[in-house]
């Protein structure tokens, strides 16, 4: 079971590179063995499980990604199903955070994993189609067929009498869940996603390198930079080009004030979803700070469009670099006065303190990355494990807490608002000089490659196809929010309180965006 | 100990919240007043009709498909779809003549869908102030 299949992108110095080669290929009968025997040799966190479809082959590709935070190494288990009757076993047994990507990949591709504890549908209503993410299905024939030739559309409606929770924007973003409950006591939870699913992945198979650049910006819309790194990476792996220094470092700042945008956001939302609602608008006060930099930096205001495939589209304007500190000057300072209005706010603390406790075996088990899985105690950052872009140059700690607790996801993400003003300001000073874009070859190599990043949420990734088309094969996103909202938050939630869930949602800080892509 | 720390708790977020009250508001008063775009902001587009040689590059470039070729004074240019632009500035990159580029125009809003559609003649007026 070590037969080396993918090729990386090119052959880069660091231990990433390496380590990526680790593919197994696993008969059907074998997986469930094989997939156990890895988690117990380190392998604990399950990153993502993707399918690919090879109508040609009459094959569907299932991978399955794991990532060891011990060993902190990656590997990919490929297994190919015939595409007649795709049947396989669930690993959510092995996994309890499988199921969700599991469900997903039932739902898109019609891949009937056996024992699989929920495979009731995730995003479509009453679909009659072939399952949407299959090769053979035309978006745009269907959506011609349905919303332009004749008008069909029926409304359904359930018949519980359950506490709704969202849609409606400020309260869970465009997101749904039923809470069920006994009293006070949450019992039960029905999850329902999907109000933002654009299908990006379909849309990006009908897209070339550049036009997808400009479509994984609305992947999420609170930090889109994390996005445009992660796909610009991806491709130029798969391309074998590597964009120049300058490019990185301009492309690393962009996403670190991208993190601290986030983070400042969801200070506004938490301490909206708390019934706070001052510091709300004092925090989306200061994100207009960093939004006018991304507006000089790339003459976008939310949506940049700034990096691409092979380098960034603009260099830095004349000045960039002086505003740049000033508005993180600004922010050290404003730093010290959210302590006393939001993070040792005494009802701050009331409401998260003990709330939502999520400990570090079980945060693992389902999937949970990021500030949420750092406020649990496991020391864990891809901007540290597997260093990227310029993140080799500068020096930060991983901030973490150890209660798993709201009020530690909390804490975690203002020390980590602080090492993002740090990193920022060792990069301006080191930024080298030299040219920002190289020009990708137009096809894309017959070949795949994944790239993951450090969102501001947690573990971004993609994984891309090629097919030698300008066009990519396949792409497969993965959103940190899918696990947080759907899983954790699922977890965290029942046994809770009705009144803590506000807390305990937004503490993790989940953007449905980037869940439903 | 702990109960003065939870008074402090209580007190230091009313006193930093009442001195805001003090300073200048955040906001302003749209649409007297709005905020500039900046100088390269990517806003609507301008259309050279002396430079464009009717390439039809822009429009292939397009990822919404925004963008049409139409006759005009017996040339071909592009006419821009601004309801379905997403204002990436794929289209400006591409342009071998440099005859398009994009101006701060950013206030896009109509009454009529059919506004939004910007054919060659409205493409090369500059903003009007
Ligand atoms: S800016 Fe982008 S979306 Fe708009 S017309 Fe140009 S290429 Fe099309
Ligand atoms: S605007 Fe530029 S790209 Fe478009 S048709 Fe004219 S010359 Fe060609």
Redesign the pocket.
Known sequence: MNSEELKPGFQGSTPRALLENATISVKKEELRKVLSQLKDAGFDHLSDVTCVDYPDEREFEILYHLWSHAKKCRKVVKIRLPRESPSIESVSNIWEGAQIHEREICELFGVNFEEHPDPSPLFLEDWKEIPPLRKDFDTREYVKREYYDESSSEQKEGGCFLLPFGPQHPASGHFRALIDCAGEEVTGLMLYPGYLHRGIEKLMEYRTHEQNAMLVDRICVLEPYSYELGYANVAEKIAGVEAPERAKFIRTIMTELGRILSHITWIGMMSFALGFESANRIAWGDREKIIRLIEIASGGRIYPCHFVPGGVRRDFPEGFEEKISRVLNHLQKKLVFYDDLFFKNATVIKRTEGVGVLDAKKAVELGTTGPNLRASGVKSDIRKDEPYEAYPEVDFEIVTQTKGDSYARVLCRRGEIAESISIIKQLLEKIPKGETRKQLPRKIPKRDARFCLEAARGEACFYMVGNETDKPYRVKVRGPSFSHTLMTFSYLAKGAQVADIPAIYWSLDPCPSDMDR | MNLLKSVMGLIKPAKVIFRILFKKPMTLKFPSESLEPVKDYRGRHF?NLE?????????RVCPNNA?E?VKFNGK???QIHLGKCCFCGL?VE???????TMTPEAMLSFYDKSLAIYGPSKLSQTAEK
């Open positions: 259309l430079k464009c040689v009717g390439c039809g590059m822009c429009s963008i070729m071909t240019y592009p289209c591409r342009c071998p003549t440099k005859a398009l």
